[in-house]
């Protein structure tokens, strides 16, 4: 069993919970990820590190309550245990050389975004972040981003926050006032990174995108988490989850991360169902 050492919510949605975990925290790296379960008899959820601690022994992730096991995981205290916890795995991300780097966050992408901005910054990078997110309340990491991130920007798509736009205008304004990047790095939804990989195609820019597709073991034997990439077919749990942008079939990845949307619902749903019926004392 593993401890709960802090659980907090970010925003009503997204949850940040550290774990005592020894074994993976000496070995986590930016880009990497674990697989997690909530209790002996859950599912083995895929989820990218958010930050760690080796002094600590602690691994820390961000979660976004979008089916059971996520729920469940959102039910958790401090002090609280979950069954278990195995990784890091998949490679970490290579940001060694890089002088001039965005890092670009979309919603909850913001959580694996901002490990690769802090350790480009460490590096010595200059690091410009943007975060996009659909509305203020959403806004998650401001505050951790502005400390390891030489220019950030936060944008809204209904201009809550005062800055309405997209992350793809955003980064377009940048480049074209001059903010040179040799490499830019994108996190979020699917087409989210795909724009995002149009935009820097145009201009040359290398573009690093990390792929989180469905995953059933995390070790390249279910086939569950293929992507094609440069026309060829790779697992995101072990060729990534870091792939070049510029060679990610978006479309078909979009098409294959709804294939189970409905089950999940109904999962999500069900035990939804059954904690109201517990709190009616049924």
Do not use: W
């Amino acid at each position: 069993m593993y401890e709960i050492l802090s659980h907090e919510f970010l925003n009503p949605s997204v949850v940040r919970v550290t774990v005592k975990a020894p074994m993976a925290a000496r070995r986590c790296e930016p880009g990497q990820f674990v697989m997690l379960r909530v209790n002996e008899t859950g599912e083995r959820i895929p989820l990218t590190v958010a930050d760690y601690d080796r002094a600590a022994g602690s691994v820390t992730v961000i979660v976004q309550i979008v089916g059971k096991t996520t729920q469940m995981l959102s039910e958790k205290r401090t002090g609280d245990t979950i069954a278990d916890i195995a990784g890091p795995l998949g490679h970490p991300s290579h940001l060694e050389g890089y002088e001039r780097a965005a890092v670009i966050g979309g919603g909850l992408g913001c959580a694996i975004a901002y490990p690769q901005a802090k350790k480009l910054h460490e590096l010595g990078a200059r690091v410009d972040v943007i975060a996009g997110f659909r509305n203020k309340d959403l806004i998650i990491l401001e505050k951790e981003m502005a400390e390891v991130s030489d220019l950030l920007s936060v944008v809204t798509d209904d201009g809550s926050n005062g800055e309405k736009a997209l992350v793809t205008d955003k980064l377009r304004a940048l480049i074209e006032q001059g903010r040179d990047y040799d490499v830019v790095i994108a996190i979020g939804p699917l087409v989210m990174m795909k724009y995002v990989s149009l935009l820097t195609k145009e201009y040359g820019i290398e573009t690093l995108v990390s792929l989180n597709p469905v995953m059933v073991d995390g070790t390249g034997m279910c086939g569950g988490c293929r992507v094609t990439v440069g026309g060829k077919v790779q697992f995101a749990c072990v060729d990534g989850p870091d792939f070049d942008g510029h060679e990610v079939d978006f479309d078909e990845a979009m098409r294959r991360s709804r294939t189970y949307a409905a089950e999940e619902r109904a999962a999500h749903e069900a035990h939804l169902c059954r904690l109201e019926a517990m709190a009616d004392g049924h």
